[in-house]
């Protein structure tokens, strides 16, 4: 699975944006699918992620209430609708394939990473 992250921008604070991850081949359906942040100096962080029928998600309590995550099988894409930015969201945002759920916050429960799209919240 090869995904490609887009999206990013520069956005003042309270605003929004929607970063898309598309991803290759036709197994798409079967990953669950995460999103984490890496923001300058800190390590990388889980943001959300989404069950492979979109049935469950799960959401970092940063950003609980002002980020969703869905996806579209059809498409093979996944999304993270960002509102309400702050400037501590500035981060490169990636996504991310995996096989299973449990342990879906930690990085270590997915296979395959997209290349990261950069996110800037001015204030």
């Known amino acids: 699975v090869q995904l490609q992250a887009s999206g990013g921008g520069l956005v003042q604070a309270g605003g929004s944006l929607r970063l898309s991850c598309a991803a290759s081949?036709?197994?798409?359906?079967?990953?669950?699918m995460g999103w984490f942040r890496q923001a300058p100096g800190k390590e990388r962080e889980f943001a959300a992620a989404i069950w492979w029928s979109g049935s469950m998600t799960s959401y970092a309590d940063s950003v609980k209430g002002r980020f969703t995550i869905s996806r579209d099988n059809a498409k093979n894409t996944v999304y993270l609708q960002m509102n309400s930015l702050k400037p501590e969201d500035t981060a490169v945002y990636y996504c991310?394939?995996?096989?299973?759920?449990?342990?879906?916050?930690?990085?270590?429960?997915?296979?395959?990473w997209g290349q990261g799209t950069q996110v800037t919240v001015s204030s």
């Open positions: 991310a394939a995996g096989r299973r759920w449990r342990g879906v916050s930690q990085e270590s429960a997915y296979d395959y």
């Open positions: 081949g036709r197994t798409f359906s079967e990953y669950v």
